[in-house]
């Protein structure tokens, strides 16, 4: 029987089960043929973080080769889905190229802070959190660039509440001397158990809808559209919600962040 047709039989897991155990090339690519379909999706999910500077074809190639090494890495044992293991990765490929080139416009942080400066006037104007059209209106400016805005803006905060999620779960590693594999240190694995826990504590003080909107965004998977019939409100408005929970929940972690950083210098000290 040709080899392919064998793998063709078998499961994803029994083919990574059969890659650790033998570490045939054939298998490997197999695997990643297999894979590359979640590469594509996640690429064109995340398409406006990069789209300034790469195009699609670009972050795929790399998330091919993200996969190639996450099948080296991944350990079956840790009864963790190998599809959940490589999205992670390849989100925080996609993030990590956005850091490195400051992908933010100037222009798309001024019209997010012209909007923020707009909604406080209107609130202390009105009394109330004011409609979509009255800042619309109050800037002059059409519905097109505000949605724009604020779908930039969503995503803006998307990244750097991961550059500060990313930054908890490796700033103690800077001070530890890495033994062996560092996933399996008890330290970093309390370390991850932490963050996750403190970040739930975040959640838990967003306001309700806001949490909602965390939830529906980022646990149900559903995007803007579709939290908006949800929720009976418009898509600008849940991506003001979401911006604002993201906004509270990047605060949070810097804080924890902070004061853990001055425990760890103080030990040192």
Do not use: C
């Not at 803007?224 to 993201?246: C, D, F, G, K, W």
Request: aromatic letters at 8%; proline letters at 3%; glycine letters at 4%.
């Amino acid at each position: 029987m040709d080899m392919q047709e064998m793998y063709k039989g078998k499961t994803n897991e029994e083919l990574l089960q059969l890659y650790k155990e033998t570490g045939g090339l054939e298998i490997k690519q197999e695997l990643v043929m297999r894979y590359v379909y979640l590469v594509k999706s996640i690429a064109l999910q995340m398409r406006d973080i990069y789209m300034s500077f790469a195009q699609v074809d670009d972050i795929v190639n790399e998330g091919v080769i993200a996969i190639m090494s996450a099948i080296d890495k991944f350990d079956p044992d840790k009864n963790v889905k190998f599809e959940t293991y490589i999205s992670k990765r390849i989100k925080g490929m996609i993030i990590d190229i956005a850091r490195k080139q400051d992908w933010v416009p100037r222009s798309t942080r001024k019209n997010t802070r012209d909007i923020e400066e707009a909604v406080t006037t209107l609130y202390n104007r009105l009394g109330r959190y004011p409609s979509t059209q009255e800042v619309i209106q109050y800037l002059n400016i059409t519905p097109e660039r505000y949605q724009e805005t604020m779908r930039k803006a969503a995503l803006f905060n998307v990244l750097s509440l991961d550059m500060v999620l990313a930054e908890a779960q490796e700033s103690k590693g800077k001070i530890q001397v890495p033994q062996g594999d560092e996933g399996e240190q008890p330290e970093n694995r309390f370390l991850q158990k932490e963050v996750m826990e403190v970040l739930a504590e975040g959640i838990g003080q967003l306001k309700e809808n806001e949490q909602l909107v965390v939830s529906l965004y980022y646990i149900d998977e559903l995007n803007m559209r579709q939290i908006a019939e949800v929720l009976e409100v418009s898509e600008p408005r849940v991506s003001q919600i979401h911006t604002n929970a993201i906004r509270k929940l990047k605060k949070y972690m810097e804080k924890f962040n902070e004061e853990r950083e001055r425990k760890d210098v103080s030990r040192i000290l």
